[in-house]
């Protein structure tokens, strides 16, 4: 059983997913972020009868949270949820019909549940060990990263994942405090950024954690790769949806989306990404930054 609380996540931009995904009954497909089995849920009960669902997920716990929930309401021979990274799916391609999909979903923002409930420190908000680790089988923690990364590292990294203006005097600071106690807890990390920040609307360390969790997860080095592999499985007409959170996987989905376009491969659905709602943002805050893209195979 999962230590995750079910329905504590909120699928984001759902309606706008399922309006551009043409799924009906007998379509297989990818989900590749399964969460806590959200999004999967309402694709599942689009495509059966006759359809499948191949799930996949780093976190453990997601994965069985997923699989209580989809099996509570499922026969179990219409889909399965495996426990390992998107970029990996074409290693599991055997299990679908026919080795082929008509829709590649991802979602690449983290989980309520997973900010909530895994005392992993992905939140600010709450005082937890320095470990942002997805998969936990992975050896490299935040802490460990933050108490053994050079000054040069630590600055690329919030330069080039936070956009953060004040990444030297950021990372000196880290150097300096790291030399006197190692950083262990969320809150080690948030008193240094608030040093060089007071409060504002926005909480300075938002930025800093998103871009430390995207290192430790290597969570942007295999997304282009990952979508390039999808064309190759795709049936006609099938469709690539991918949520982000990040101006950098964004920036990547729509090139890589646009550079399949020009190869001939498929064409881009969404010319600008599709947003939530105010409606949505107000009952579902973290959906804010949500943007969502479609791409359409040949």
């Known amino acids: 059983m999962s230590n995750y609380t079910k329905d504590t996540h909120i699928p984001v931009l759902l309606d706008e997913v399922l309006k551009n995904s043409n799924l009906n009954p007998g379509k297989v497909v990818i989900d590749g972020t399964v969460g806590g089995g959200g999004h999967s849920f309402h694709f599942l009960k689009h495509i059966l009868p006759g359809g499948f669902l191949l799930g996949f997920d780093r976190d453990s716990q997601a994965v069985k949270l997923a699989d209580e929930k989809l099996s509570s309401a499922f026969e179990k021979n219409s889909f399965s949820i495996v426990n390992e990274r998107f970029e990996n799916f074409s290693k599991y391609i055997f299990l679908l019909p026919n080795k082929k999909f008509d829709l590649f979903f ?13 005392n992993r420190g992905f939140s600010f908000m709450k005082d937890e060990k320095l470990d942002m680790r997805m998969d936990t089988r992975d050896n490299l923690t935040a802490a460990d990263w933050l108490n053994s990364a050079s000054e040069e590292e630590m600055e690329d990294v919030f330069k080039k994942y936070a956009q953060e203006p004040k990444s030297r005097k950021l990372s000196k600071l880290i150097s300096q405090r790291r030399r006197e106690k190692l950083f ?6 948030v008193d240094i950024v608030k040093r060089l920040y007071p409060y504002g609307r926005k909480h300075p360390a938002t930025r800093i954690f ?4 995207i290192v430790i997860n290597d969570e942007i080095e295999h997304l282009e790769s990952a979508l390039r592999e999808a064309t190759k499985y795709i049936n006609s007409n099938g469709r690539i949806i ?3 959170f990040h101006s950098g996987e964004d920036r990547i989905v729509k090139w890589t989306f646009k550079n399949l376009e020009k190869e001939g491969r498929g064409r881009v659905i969404t010319k600008k990404p599709i947003i939530a709602s105010e409606e949505e943002i107000k009952e579902n805050p973290s959906a804010r930054s949500a943007k969502m893209r479609v791409w359409e195979a040949a």
Do not use: C, F, N
């Open 106 to 118: 991802l979602d690449l923002g983290l989980s309520t549940m997973q900010i909530k409930e895994s």
């Open 210 to 213: 998103q871009a430390i969790r």
């Open 242 to 244: 991918v949520i982000s």
């Open 184 to 189: 262990e807890t969320t809150s080690d990390l």
